[in-house]
């Protein structure tokens, strides 16, 4: 069935070049059950291909013509082929994770063919300490990066003993694997054509919000806000970028930063902020390439209706994106945490006191400079709106399985884009915080080193608490 395409989606495919792939990835590491044997991998690799049935969300690629209008819809491939898109590879000796984080890199750096379903999996082996991983990625014209992981968590289970539990891009009667898939169709579909209609003053509820809006707006044009940038120093960042990818990974127990937190009073993503500011703030000064300004980072956050008080009839979650100043310019630790809880705080009481449609609407206000300088080509002429983008995303907190295979860590491969050459993306998953940093090769050089600076900031910041 043939279906338009949504203006957001419209957007992601449009912007999309062979320079600046649109697709989100996920690295996730399984453990091989008691007992397993030689062909294990291999057995797995045939119960993920070997599907029944396909979920629909999966069977469908972007179309144009001159029967279409010109316009992009989504049709079905009639001529679907599984084993294009699951497939089994194999590392090379001696099958460190460092080979593992360079396959990854190449495998996010090529595009999705448009005239196949948006998304691949790759089940690897090779893996010298017998772990088995498995890298996806899927176009985020399709679903956004939380639904992704959403979604793949949907298969999982709590129970070591569960199995005939299907893959990822099954069809399944399960109820929360049918929610999870109707979420992930409607991810992004109208959200921003809304929220920049209510930008625009189109709407009523947008009209409501001059008091939030001009106090925000004014602090942004003085450099001063968490909630919108309309400042940003230029750095090595924000050039444009080649189609090439490095990735790196590695994650750190949640209680070693909850207890700075606690001993700082400030939160656990505060104290992820700060281990991003250092870890940058010391990348940057070996490059001979830190900025005077601080650095500018977009965080989206989740806000409770209710717990902040945003006017809502109906309560629940209200979603915005900040904009926080991450303090590069402090060459002290404790100051540079303490920046950033002000800076977090300080965006989060300006979203509390908007109505949802509000913050939608802010926060097209400041994404706007980033999605249309790429696609209009005007990287270097427009001043960046933010330097990076750092997002939080919470995962399960127990142990999960598929079919057995114990999953032992998940990490986030997201989309640099021109202007715009790093992006840092966390997921919380069973006791650790995993860092998942993906840049293009050649303006970010040496990104591997970030994860030695992140670990020294961690050190740092226990040392400042008094830990």
């Not at 979420?183 to 054509?193: C, D, N, Q, W, Y």
């Not at 044009?221 to 400042?231: K, P």
Request: proline share 7%.
């Amino acid at each position: 069935m043939v279906s338009p395409i949504d203006p957001t989606s419209s957007a992601f495919l449009l912007a999309e070049n062979r320079n600046m792939p649109m697709h989100v990835g996920g690295l996730q590491l399984f453990k091989k059950p008691e007992g397993a044997g030689r062909d294990y991998v291999r057995q797995m690799y045939e119960e993920m291909r070997d599907v029944e049935e396909m979920a629909p969300l999966f069977l469908k690629h972007p179309h144009r013509s001159v029967k279409t209008g010109g316009q992009l819809v989504w049709q079905p491939d009639l001529e679907f082929d599984i084993e294009h898109h699951v497939r089994h590879s194999a590392l090379p000796k001696p099958g460190r994770v460092r080979e593992l984080l360079d396959l990854c890199s190449r495998l996010h750096s090529t595009r999705l063919a448009w005239e196949r379903p948006l998304w691949e999996a790759h089940l690897i082996e090779g893996l010298r300490d017998g772990r088995v991983a498995m890298y996806t990625k899927t176009h985020h014209a399709l679903v956004d990066g939380i639904s992704a992981m959403r979604l793949l968590a949907s298969v999982l289970s709590t129970d070591p003993d569960k199995r005939g539990m299907p893959a990822p891009w099954g069809a399944q009667p399960n109820a929360r694997r049918s929610r999870e898939l109707d979420k992930a169709e409607a991810s992004l579909a109208g959200v921003p054509i809304s929220a920049l209609r209510s930008a625009m003053g189109i709407t009523a509820d947008a009209a409501g919000m001059p008091g939030a809006l001009v106090k925000t707006i004014t602090k942004g044009l003085r450099n001063e806000t968490s909630s919108l940038s309309l400042h940003a120093p230029r750095t090595m960042f924000n050039q444009s970028i080649t189609g090439s990818r490095r990735f790196a990974a590695q994650d750190w127990p949640i209680e070693r930063l909850r207890a700075i937190g606690k001993a700082t009073g400030t939160t656990i993503n505060d104290v992820v902020m700060a281990m991003c500011s250092g870890a940058i703030r010391q990348y940057l000064l070996e490059l001979d390439a830190l900025p005077d300004a601080p650095l500018v980072a977009m965080v989206p956050v989740g806000l409770n209706a209710k717990q902040s008080q945003v006017a809502s009839s109906e309560g629940g979650n209200a979603v915005g994106a900040v904009m926080v100043q991450l303090a590069t310019d402090l060459d002290d630790p404790a100051r540079r945490l303490s920046a950033i809880h002000r800076s977090m705080k300080d965006g989060k009481e300006a979203l509390s006191s908007m109505t949802p449609m509000q913050i939608l609407a802010m926060s097209a206000i400041g994404q706007a400079p980033a999605i249309l300088t790429p696609l209009l080509r005007m990287q270097g002429i427009v001043r960046p709106p933010y330097n990076l983008i750092i997002s939080n995303v919470p995962g399960p907190r127990s142990t999960h399985y598929w079919n057995g295979a114990q999953l032992m860590g998940t990490y986030p491969l997201s989309i640099p884009i021109n202007g715009m050459a790093l992006n840092i993306t966390c997921t919380s998953y069973d006791g650790n915080m995993a860092f998942g940093l993906t840049g293009c090769r050649r303006t970010v050089p040496h990104l591997q080193r970030l994860l030695t600076h992140l670990d020294t900031e961690v050190t740092a910041l226990e040392k400042a608490a008094g830990i």
